[in-house]
């Protein structure tokens, strides 16, 4: 690493990230109106220039001064005598001018009323501040899901990008505090692109038709393939039905959420055992809460591979409970005993305070044993 580079580190210096995007040309297409009012204004400075040079033998400068002046109806004096066909001039240039003045602004009055140059503006500068975003979660479709969606990743720090077609969607995302949405089909390229895809930890797709969500999901994976990337996006959504839930996992989600379902089963959880509601609320779901659950993949290289669970001695260390095992093959093991092995890749179901999970995800990374197991 040069000086300079460990400069920029020390005082976290990064260059900014370009968006996948280019809006130039959106931007462009909404300033064509304003090229007319622009040659007709130039083309007036310059006959108004030339007409002072020749009726009234001004210089190049002077003749550009006087032009300006008469253009603009400032009205400071003359700069020199002018002739008899230059006061003539002078008036026809006046009212040129004032026709030319009325019409530019006529343009500019009517491309502001339709809003169509403040909102590719504010589009390309939010495209812009979505590019510094890396990990965040791509959410399509603007619903109670992602109302309540947002809020909990507002509490957690999680970053997030919102696309929907809504056209009040800059009103929707300040009502509900969206930092960054993009407005547009979710399902096309252009919007995931928008949203800086490329730099997403994954999509959410909560629309409520199962197909706005298979071409979500299509989308994201032929995008994902152009790519080449190491480790595919993490693609969520949701489905009124198991037929449908089935359908959207076998096309490329990761996971699909049945709301109805999980409701139902909290409410049979809640009805069977009215005092679990306080307990879940109290310990799982309030955001200051000190218990957290969390998975954590053991690594090829982890020092905890095929060693049995008391062997690891995590609990003793780290004070997290490990719950549940799941093996390479998706097998499941809630609660394993003491002589559960870890294998690699396996995923492992931690409770614990915040503080002790992330100790006992360190551990596991880990090479070799810990120095801590000498003591225990």
Known sequence: ????????????????????????????????????????IVSLMLIGTLGYMVFSGFSLSDGFYQAGMTFTTVGFTEVAEISPAGRIFTVAFIFAGFGAFTFSLGVVIESLKKGFLVNAIRERNMVNKIARLKNHFVICYHNIYTIELAKQFRENHIPFVVIDIS???????????YPYFIQGEPHTELSLLKSHLSSAKGVIALSSNIADNIAIIATVRLYEKELELKKPYF????????????KLKKLGADSVILPSKLAAQRLSAISVRPDMENILERFLYKKDSLIDIEEIVVPSHSWVRFKRLRETRLREITSADIVGIKDENNKFTPMPGGDAIIGTNATLLVIGTAEGINYTRKLINGRYKPQELKYV
């Open 235 to 246: 693609v969520m959504s949701v489905s009124d039905n198991d037929l449908d839930a089935d």
């Open 167 to 177: 056209d009040d969607l800059s009103k929707i995302a300040h009502d509900n505090k």
């Open 1 to 40: 690493m040069s000086f300079w580079d460990r400069v920029r580190k020390f005082l976290n210096w990064t260059r900014s990230s370009k968006p996948d995007v280019n809006l130039n040309f959106e931007l462009y297409e909404q300033l064509k109106p304003f090229r007319l009012p622009l040659i007709l």
